[in-house]
């Protein structure tokens, strides 16, 4: 018997066929817990941006303002729940607080051009603090203001993947203690097929302090506001950690402890 929302069922002395009776009142609360589980409940959750156009939008869970969206997204994920997904529509998505997800979850965007993350004087856009996360299909504007530079995505787990998926990255000065991708545990993680768009010499992906392994493969970077291709750049800890990469169909330029070495 479905005891939610407060309904009163009747006692075996009305006249009327309790059994019947009981069954409809039941079978109405089940119908409106599917209802709600069709917007994502458990297992989907899709978000719409303030001025997504995709048809979806009628059916999202939660619907964002121009303001900062990293409260209602996080609250996707929350109901999305371990092993979901939180499917992000077509738009602009504002993050002004860095999002740390500690479940497992997948964000998946409609495109790396069409979802849009603007983040901007955060330390980063979105940390991962779970194991098996991943981020699919967003695109990531990052550093366009004055202010904090501002990296996308940090690493704070393992057997994370980060795929199809924009980084365009405006920094305003030359340090390298940022960058698109941030590695902050040891383990194994997968960036394959994504896009690079930031200035010469700086760091894609970067390492200093911890042993990431895993693959770096498929991706492709331009020297921002130019179509000048350039090789993604990477800062790895030590030996051991370039010893456990794997690199390929791409154009790499490798460094140890800031030494280059491939």
Same mark, same amino acid.
């Given at each position: 018997?479905?005891?939610?929302?407060?309904?009163?069922?009747?006692?075996?002395?009305?006249?009327?066929?309790?059994?019947?009776?009981?069954?409809? #009142?039941?079978?109405?609360?089940?119908?409106?817990?599917?209802?709600?589980?069709?917007?994502?409940?458990?297992?989907?959750?899709?978000?719409?941006?303030?001025?997504?156009?995709?048809?979806?939008?009628?059916?999202?869970?939660?619907?964002?303002?121009?303001?900062?969206?990293?409260?209602?997204?996080?609250?996707?994920?929350?109901?999305?729940?371990?092993?979901?997904?939180?499917?992000?529509?077509?738009?602009?998505?504002?993050?002004?607080?860095? $999002?740390?997800?500690?479940?497992?979850?997948?964000?998946?965007?409609?495109? $790396?051009?069409?979802?849009? #993350?603007?983040?901007?004087?955060?330390?980063?856009?979105?940390?991962?603090?779970?194991?098996?996360?991943?981020?699919?299909?967003?695109?990531?504007?990052?550093?366009?203001?004055?202010?904090?530079?501002?990296?996308?995505?940090?690493?704070?787990?393992?057997?994370?993947?980060?795929?199809?998926?924009?980084?365009? $990255?405006? /920094?305003?000065?030359?340090?390298?203690?940022?960058?698109?991708?941030?590695?902050?545990?040891?383990?194994?993680?997968?960036?394959?097929?994504?896009?690079?768009?930031?200035?010469?010499?700086?760091? $894609?992906?970067?390492?200093?302090?911890?042993?990431?392994?895993?693959?770096?493969?498929?991706?492709?970077?331009?020297?921002?506001?130019?179509?000048?291709?350039?090789?993604?750049?990477?800062?790895?800890?030590?030996?051991?950690? /370039?010893?456990?990469?794997? #690199?390929?169909?791409?154009?790499?330029?490798? /460094?140890?402890?800031?030494?280059?070495?491939?």
């Amino acid at each position: 018997m479905n005891n939610n929302y407060n309904i009163t069922y009747p006692n075996e002395n009305d006249y009327y066929d309790i059994n019947i009776f009981n069954q409809n #009142f039941s079978a109405l609360a089940d119908a409106i817990d599917k209802s709600k589980g069709a917007k994502g409940s458990g297992g989907e959750v899709i978000v719409a941006a303030h001025n997504s156009k995709s048809p979806l939008k009628s059916s999202a869970g939660y619907t964002c303002t121009q303001d900062d969206c990293s409260s209602v997204i996080l609250q996707a994920v929350t109901e999305a729940g371990e092993g979901g997904t939180v499917l992000l529509l077509d738009g602009d998505f504002n993050v002004k607080t860095k $999002m740390e997800i500690s479940s497992t979850v997948r964000l998946k965007g409609l495109g $790396m051009y069409y979802t849009r #993350f603007n983040a901007d004087s955060i330390s980063s856009a979105v940390e991962l603090k779970s194991p098996n996360c991943c981020i699919q299909d967003i695109g990531f504007h990052c550093g366009s203001g004055e202010g904090l530079n501002t990296m996308a995505v940090e690493l704070s787990n393992s057997f994370i993947v980060i795929e199809n998926c924009h980084f365009c $990255m405006n /920094y305003s000065d030359s340090s390298d203690s940022v960058a698109a991708i941030y590695v902050n545990s040891n383990g194994y993680n997968v960036v394959r097929n994504c896009f690079f768009e930031q200035p010469e010499g700086r760091y $894609m992906i970067n390492s200093p302090e911890y042993n990431m392994r895993g693959i770096i493969c498929g991706n492709y970077a331009e020297a921002l506001n130019s179509d000048k291709a350039i090789a993604i750049k990477i800062n790895l800890k030590d030996r051991t950690s /370039y010893d456990n990469m794997s #690199f390929g169909s791409q154009k790499s330029e490798v /460094y140890i402890n800031t030494v280059i070495v491939q």
